[in-house]
C-alpha cells in the first residue's frame, strides 16, 4: 500500500445528539484536580483504566450493529470532559449511519466484542495516556449452518489507539482524547473520518526502471447474474497453492509474522508474503535489480529487497505484466479465494492497497488485509466505503 503520511482519525468533530451514548459528564478539562489521596489511588489503579477505555471502544463498536448490546457492567458509565464529550457524541452519531449503511447494503453486524491490548501506560499527576491494540470482532448475520457451509462468522479489526484521560474534581478519570492511528490506509470499520483513503508514497517502492505504459482497464463492479454464483474454488496450477495462500492471510492478519519485516504501510508485503506462502518463487535478487518491476524479491534490509515487493503499484507490474502470475479480472464479483483486489482510490493511475480473497460465500468475496489489519470484510461493504475507486482484481 501507499502512503505517504501517517493520517489520524480522531474521536468526534462536533457536538450532537445520539440515543444509544456512553454516560458522558461534561466536566471542563481544567477543573481543580483531585486531593492527593484521591489522585494517588487513581494513578495506581492502571486495570481502571484499561476497562474505561474498553467500555468506551465496545460502545463505539455497538454503535454499528444492528442491536445494540448493553455495554459491559464494569464500564457501563465512561465520563469524559466537556470537549471530548461533544466529540464523542458527534462519531456516534457517525457510526450510527454507517451500521445502517452496512446494514442496507449486506445486514451489517449483529453484534460486537472488543478487547484491548494495553502496550504503555504513562500517569503523570492528574494525566494518563494510554497505548493500546483495540481488537474488534463483528459478528455477522449467518446461522451456524452457514458459517459451516463456509460463510465467515465475524469480520474482525485491529487499530492502535492513543487514550488520554485527566482528573476531575472527585479524582475519577475523564476521558479527554482518543486518537487511532490509521496509517493512511482506508479507515477502520470502527472508525470514522471525514477524509477517504488517500495515496501518498509507497513503503520500499518508487518509480521503476521501466515505461510500463497503461494498465488493463479497471475491473467492473456491476453484480453478476445469479446463475454466474461460484463457490470462489480453484485448481492448484504451476505448482501454487492457493489454500496455503489464505491459511497464511487467515493466521498472520493481525500477529505479523516476525520472520518477515512489517512496514509502516504493509498491505502490499502482507499479500507477497502469503503468495509466497502458496508457492510464488522469487525472481532476482540483485541489488542492482530493486527498482525494476520485471523482479521480485525479499532481502535482509528494505534495501536489498524488490520494490515490487512491498509497493502496490510496483506489486501490479511485476505479478500482471512482466511474471503474468496474475489476470486482470473484469469484474470484481469473479474473484476467488486467494485472489488479489488492488484499489487506485484517488482514479489517478497509481494503486494504493492491495488485499486478498480469503472467503466466498454466496457470491460475496471477503477481503483481508493489513494497514489497517482487518480480517474477511465483505466487498460489498469495501465498494460502500469507496465509490470512486477505481480497482483492479487478480486472478492469481
Known sequence: MRAAHH??????????????MLVLTGTPADAQPASPAAASSANADSTALTQLAEGYLQQRADMLTTTRPTARAATARV???????????DDLAALVEKGRRYKEVDGGYTKAQVDVEVTDTSVTGQSATLQLIERTRLLLPFTPQEVADGAPEYEEVSVPHTVKFTQGPDGAWLLSSDTADTKGGPTPTTQVSAVDAVGGADDGGGKAEEDEGSKDAASGTAPLPDNSDDSGDKREVRGYSYGKMVAYADKYWDHHNSAW???????TNFISQAMHAGGWGPKGGAIIQRPSNK????????WTTSYTWAAAENWYWFAKKHSKRTKILDNVWKMAKSDVLQADWGRDNNIDHTMIVTKKYRGTPYLTYHTSDTHNKSLKKLLSDHPRAWWYAHRT
Not at 468526534?12 to 445520539?18: H, L
Not at 465520563?79 to 457524541?89: D, E, F, G, I, Y
Not at 519485516?261 to 498491505?267: E, H, P, Q, V
Open 7 to 20: 493520517r489520524r482519525v480522531l474521536a468526534g468533530a462536533a457536538a450532537s445528539a445520539t440515543a444509544a
Open 79 to 89: 465520563r469524559a470532559t466537556r470537549s471530548m464529550t461533544a466529540q464523542v457524541q
Open 261 to 267: 519485516r512489517t512496514y509502516g504501510t504493509d498491505c
Open 295 to 302: 523482479y521480485w524479491f525479499y532481502g535482509p534490509t528494505t
